[in-house]
């Protein structure tokens, strides 16, 4: 993954590969169905990178500066926003693999069709949950074009029926590569984020064969596994309900049951949240991991889950939802947002106060919980600099909630933690059992549970 901290500078050159121009038929779909989700700013820049190829011969060097100075921006905000179009589908980065050259090209994609897009899991669902369900079917409405009636047979002439071929001396079929339209293939996936092999163990004996698996397929997979955080022996149980011996995978069907089996209520039966616990469990112990860390590999949809013991509101599904489609923030930093309001608003998900989080950690380029964690902290000692003092009130009991406990560390404290620690002005990094606030981070979430 690129590194613009290091990379990017406006001074480095850039290339953009774009074999087709942008029709007014794209913009609408842009307009309609993306914009919604990568909001304007992203929607500029992947225009601007469309439209000012005109001006320049193809794959001509360009300077980022420009760019900067085309948007008023700098290329922290620039990054951010390009993050949008390639996790979107929108835009393919590349950086020169020579040494000392700094040079990226960016192949800008035409967007996916109205029909692939609304079939798309993540994409749709996505949408829905951006603009809500009136919205969402009136933009399907609109973009609905009627099948061609029934009844027919076609009488279409064949190319021999009309023309004779001439002859073939002195031709040869043109190696050349053309203009062509490189259509978006939709949210930016690799078919290694699920393991196949796992799920071909869990599938033997059964009536569904490996051949089923079309690469199709298989990156629908991915994305519900990815949407719904869904491991191997889930994604057997959907399969169950959607295959048949002769049709094979049915991917509506597949869909549907993917979207049920996460909606319905899971009982006593709860995978991924052993998963955590284990995860939990290990970082008590002596083995070098941090709570932080596992905050990294955990879905936010799943983590609200915890929260909210399997009852999210519909303004929670909408918060975390917005988060992802507003912002370039990943997982991790997701998770220890909501942890970090959760505890601070004493249970209440506000939707305001966690955007304005969630937007200052975007701006601030924070890319791991480890950096949120660490923003929290400069944020306290700030606050403790100014001599403010506050008290809250916990949802369980009167003391405060670990977010804001003050890092006070004196000789009369008897703290879990191994004397040796040694004092140091700044926040170090540290394993769960050398933290006593990711001990009481750790108390919230098992509480939470």
Not at 111 to 128: H, I
Not at 322 to 333: E, F
Request: aromatic residues 10%; neutral net charge.
């Amino acid at each position: 993954m690129m590194n613009f901290n290091e990379r990017l500078k406006p001074n480095t050159e850039f290339i953009i590969y774009r074999p087709a121009r942008i029709s007014t038929h794209h913009l609408d779909v842009i307009n309609e169905l993306y914009l919604p989700l990568i909001q304007s700013e992203a929607t500029m820049l992947y225009i601007y990178l469309n439209e000012s190829t005109s001006h320049y011969d193809p794959l001509a060097i360009r300077f980022h500066k420009e760019i900067m100075d085309e948007f008023g921006i700098p290329l922290s905000k620039f990054s951010n926003e390009l993050e949008k179009l390639e996790a979107i589908g929108l835009v393919r980065s590349y950086v020169s693999n020579e040494a000392h050259d700094d040079l990226f090209i960016y192949e800008v994609l035409l967007p996916l069709t109205p029909d692939s897009f609304f079939k798309d899991p993540m994409l749709s669902l996505y949408l829905y949950n951006k603009i809500g369900p009136d919205a969402y079917r009136k933009k399907k409405e609109r973009l609905i074009y009627p099948k061609i009636p029934g009844n027919i047979s076609e009488v279409t002439r064949k190319f021999t029926e009309v023309f004779t071929p001439g002859s073939e001396e002195g031709f040869s079929v043109p190696h050349e590569s053309f203009q062509k339209e490189n259509h978006s293939t939709g949210p930016n996936m690799d078919l290694d984020d699920f393991d196949f092999e796992v799920l071909f163990t869990h599938l033997k004996g059964t009536k569904i064969d490996k051949a089923f698996f079309t690469k199709e397929i298989r990156m629908l997979i991915v994305k519900l596994s990815v949407l719904f955080d869904l491991n191997a022996y889930d994604i057997k149980q959907i399969l169950l309900s959607s295959t048949t011996q002769y049709a094979g995978i049915d991917k509506e069907q597949l869909k549907y049951e993917a979207r049920r089996y996460y909606q319905k209520e899971n009982g006593s039966r709860q995978p991924k949240l052993q998963k955590e616990d284990e995860t939990a469990e290990a970082v008590t112990e002596e083995t070098g991991n941090s709570y932080i860390d596992s905050l990294e590999n955990i879905n936010p949809l799943d983590r609200l889950n915890d929260i909210r013991n399997f009852k999210p509101s519909d303004q929670d599904l909408k918060l975390v939802t917005d988060i992802i489609a507003k912002t370039s923030l990943p997982n991790g930093v997701i998770n220890l947002l909501l942890e970090y309001v959760y505890q601070q608003k004493q249970g209440d998900l506000n939707y305001p106060y966690t955007m304005k989080i969630a937007k200052d950690w975007e701006a601030k380029g924070i890319r791991s919980a480890k950096d949120a964690y660490q923003s929290i902290m400069d944020f306290r000692q700030q606050k403790k600099n100014a001599s403010q003092k506050y008290s809250y009130k916990e949802r369980q009991g009167e003391r405060r909630p670990a977010w804001m406990d003050k890092k006070e560390k004196s000789s009369d404290q008897k703290p879990k933690i191994k004397k040796e620690e040694k004092p140091k002005d700044q926040v170090p990094q540290k394993t769960a059992k050398d933290d006593p606030e990711i001990q009481k981070m750790i108390e919230e979430f098992r509480k939470s549970r």
